[in-house]
């Protein structure tokens, strides 16, 4: 059999690291060494970096708040407008959205587009103005219009309601 020379960097590479530790201990000093087991150092690692952790929370200062992107809180006072707008018509059966107006409900004197952020834009969302007029803490109710629905007409409307189409409106930027 071949014999290996006894190195002291070859017998240090097949201890363990605590192993090691003491052996270079013992090795320098030739007395007797404290070593700590690697599960005593992470626990001390641990230690210090939980005191970091609370140090750093103790010295940020308090906040009363949160942001969700694409929603900032308005406060609204008693008779503010509340602006409600209109996305689309969607369905779970189909999948096929329609634009909103392609159906002949009331709409305003002028559309205007109303994309609030990127997202909106990405996926394909047609988010639009609508004349529903609601105004906070306020509960009059009025008739928006009068549409004359002609037999093609009222033909598509059941057939929307047939296929589960939903409308879907955002009233303060939360969807409705």
């Not at 942001?67 to 189909?94: C, F, M």
Request: proline share 8%.
């Amino acid at each position: 059999s071949l014999a290996l020379p006894r190195s002291p960097s070859l017998s240090l590479a097949l201890r363990s690291p605590g192993q090691r530790q003491a052996a270079l201990c013992r090795a320098a000093s030739r007395t007797r060494c404290r070593v700590s087991s690697p599960l005593s150092a992470s626990r001390a690692f641990s230690g210090e970096m939980n005191a970091r952790w609370l140090s750093l929370l103790l010295a940020a200062p308090p906040t009363l708040g949160f942001y969700l992107p694409g929603v900032a809180p308005h406060e609204y006072l008693d008779g503010e407008a509340v602006e409600i707008k209109v996305n689309q018509l969607s369905s779970p059966r189909t999948h096929l959205p329609f634009d909103y107006y392609a159906l002949p409900h009331c709409k305003p004197e002028t559309l205007e587009s109303k994309a609030e952020n990127l997202g909106e834009v990405l996926h394909g969302s047609k988010i639009q103005n609508s004349p529903f007029a609601l105004q906070m803490g306020k509960t009059a109710f009025r008739v928006l219009c009068r549409v004359e629905l002609t037999a093609h007409d009222a033909a598509v409307f059941g057939a929307r309601i047939a296929q589960d189409y939903r409308v879907q409106m955002i009233m303060d930027n939360l969807p409705a």
